[in-house]
């Protein structure tokens, strides 16, 4: 039973441990309840605080806003006070705050925030899809096509379980005023959505030569134009000032896409300075000039179209082109452009789809890891340039090390030390086993540890991966001292180690099996084409893992009551009347040694085979 109640204690552990990383506010969002008062349930967070606290809610439109127009909206805290979650939505802004309504325009969705469906719209309203703790968070909203009515932008802010704030509310933004048989020019961000036979006048005659007055970097390497390209990028500089840009790529099954430049100071994504151009679902072009946040990209303060002149945008139905214009150095007050006299690493990337309705977003990630200039390039640079992948060689050496340690040996040494024992009693087998392969494990986990935080130059922003990660190389880690301290066999203290030590492995054995589930999600997310065969054999290997254990818990108490399971004792020598070493009586072997054995050896056979599918698996994917 003590060893039964073990088990119980690590699983509720681990799952407590999970559950109170997202303990405050509903850890996956709003619930479609709130769609009409924003009002989240008063069961579980109270009623509403009075005011608007220490929150605010901004957006970079003007007085006015322009219809089907991109808009940034941050909600933020005025002093420092983090939050936990937001739901928000755009509203007439006759309504009285708390009352209901209806959203009007669409969010384009940024990590941490997802879509809330409310029975008028499917992307109106947008809230968190974990908890956040943040000082504030950015997102897109695109107003309506109508622009008929004065709207404000209201968020419910979740300081805590137990205390939020009711519909926070924006400034108002007014609606244009209607001009009676007003002729409207086109618009130089979204200049057409018609068809057109060719993509436009886009050479690289030159980026060729011996003096190139353009820069190029197309793919694939070695293609000649929209005939046989996939992606082209260009710029050169027309005055002191200005600079001309073109950006070209493929459309996808679904008829958008967007291609991108980034400029940045480094070979990582983060505070990256992004040229775009995409096409939106209505066929519509546009030229974007975006910034990386962390890996999020969002419009610039103040300054996402103002700098952008869009010459040229086409669209063919399967390919699309932007020739766009942008001061060299925009001398913005965010900093979020940078001055392009300076040299720069380069980032290209593209996507077939888009996530968000918004016209012109640059939403979802690229379907590729982006490629990388192989040098530093800057508005004075010209010709043809090379780019390549970003090396994550050791990622996916940190995952396979990490697989075959636990899910490969750590579940088998766990297995022999539980069980193994009464099976294996003429030589203590299972304790050489055990601790030779645990030694293994913690040498591995400790390598792979190092491995991936010196290749990601820090924490992870998986967060549950890296999280997970990090304790179960903690729990790893203290094991062999825990050994080292332990007191013999027969002192009464012992049971306390031996308590100790099975909690700890077993609980690093659960954590970490976790850890490989979100670790596999992860490499997806790095644009990694991982296919679901590794996730399907982790489940596998997790409900033989946890058939085996429960069901071997269950057998112990009820056909062996008596059977101490946690016991880490082996067979001690004693010195005799004559000073010569003594063995203890050989123990006995248990009389089911045959059915112990017998499913070792299946769980043996399933993790190593499990553990090299799954290392396969990461093996040959490619990003």
């Not at 070979?267 to 066929?283: F, H, I, K, P, R």
């Not at 009820?558 to 203890?584: L, N, Y």
């Amino acid at each position: 039973m003590a060893s039964t109640a073990l088990w119980i204690s690590c699983l509720l552990c681990t799952s407590a441990s999970l559950f109170i990383g997202y303990a405050h506010g509903n850890p996956d969002g709003a619930r479609p309840a709130v769609c009409m008062t924003l009002l989240p349930s008063p069961g579980v967070h109270g009623a509403p605080q009075s005011g608007d606290g220490p929150y605010s809610v901004t957006t970079n439109a003007s007085a006015e806003y322009e219809p089907n127009t991109p808009y940034q909206v941050t909600v933020a805290s005025n002093d420092g006070t983090l939050f936990r979650g937001i739901v928000c939505q755009a509203r007439d802004a006759s309504t009285a705050r708390g009352s209901s309504g209806d959203p009007v325009g669409n969010f384009a969705l940024v990590p941490g925030l997802e879509h809330l469906t409310c029975d008028t719209s499917t992307a109106g309203t947008i809230t968190h899809s974990s908890r956040l703790n943040v000082d504030s968070v950015s997102f897109v909203w695109t107003s309506p096509a109508a622009a008929v009515l004065n709207l404000t932008i209201r968020c419910t802010v979740v300081q805590v379980m137990r205390t939020h704030y009711l519909q926070v509310p924006s400034a108002i933004l007014q609606a244009p005023a209607p001009v009676e048989n007003q002729t409207v020019p086109p618009t130089t961000e979204r200049p057409t959505a018609a068809i057109v036979a060719n993509v436009g006048n886009i050479t690289l005659d030159s980026c060729r030569g011996a003096n190139p007055s353009k820069f190029c970097v197309v793919q694939p390497q070695g293609c000649t134009g929209p005939s046989d390209c996939t992606f082209i990028y260009t710029h050169r500089r027309l005055t002191a000032t200005d600079m001309e840009f073109e950006l070209f790529g493929a459309l996808g099954t679904s008829g958008e896409g967007w291609v991108a430049a980034a400029f940045s100071r480094d070979e990582t994504m983060g505070d990256d300075d992004v040229l775009g151009c995409s096409v939106d679902s209505a066929g519509f072009v546009s030229a974007k000039n975006l910034h990386n946040s962390g890996r999020v990209p969002v419009l610039d303060s103040g300054s996402a179209t103002n700098f952008i002149t869009l010459l040229e945008g086409t669209n063919t139905g399967n390919q699309f082109y932007c020739r766009f214009t942008r001061p060299i150095n925009t001398e913005a007050p965010s900093g979020d452009d940078f001055d392009l006299s300076q040299s720069y690493r380069m980032f290209y990337g593209s996507r077939s789809t888009l996530n968000s309705p918004a016209a012109g977003s640059l939403t979802g990630q690229h379907e590729a890891i982006p490629q990388v200039s192989e040098g530093m390039i800057s508005s004075a640079s010209t010709g043809f340039g090379t780019a390549g992948s970003i090396n994550r060689e050791a990622v996916k050496a940190h995952g396979i090390l990490m697989v075959l340690v636990w899910v490969g040996a750590a579940g088998i040494a766990i297995f022999m030390a539980h069980f193994m024992k009464k099976a294996w009693v003429d030589k203590p087998y299972w304790f050489l086993a055990h601790r030779g392969i645990m030694v293994c494990v913690w040498l591995v986990s400790i390598v792979a540890f190092i491995l991936i935080f010196v290749d990601v130059k820090g924490y992870t922003e998986s967060k549950a991966h890296g999280a997970l990660g990090i304790v179960t190389v903690g729990l790893t880690f203290i094991q062999p001292f825990m050994s080292l301290l332990r007191c013999g066999p027969q002192d009464e203290k012992r049971w306390i180690f031996n308590f100790a030590h099975a909690f700890v492995g077993k609980s690093a054995q659960i954590v970490g099996l976790i850890a490989v589930y979100y670790g596999l999600e992860a490499y997806k997310d790095l644009g990694f084409n991982l296919k679901d065969g590794g996730t399907i054999t982790w489940i596998v290997y997790a409900v033989i893992t946890g058939a085996v254990f429960i069901l071997g818990e269950i057998y112990l108490c009820i056909a062996k009551p008596g059977e101490e399971a946690v016991s880490q004792d082996m067979e001690m020598e004693t010195k005799g009347a004559d000073g010569e070493a003594k063995k203890e009586p050989p123990k006995q072997r248990s009389e089911d040694y045959q059915l112990r054995r017998g499913i070792f050896y299946f769980f043996l056979l399933s993790s190593v085979v499990c553990a090299i599918v799954i290392s396969v698996y990461i093996g040959v994917a490619k990003n």
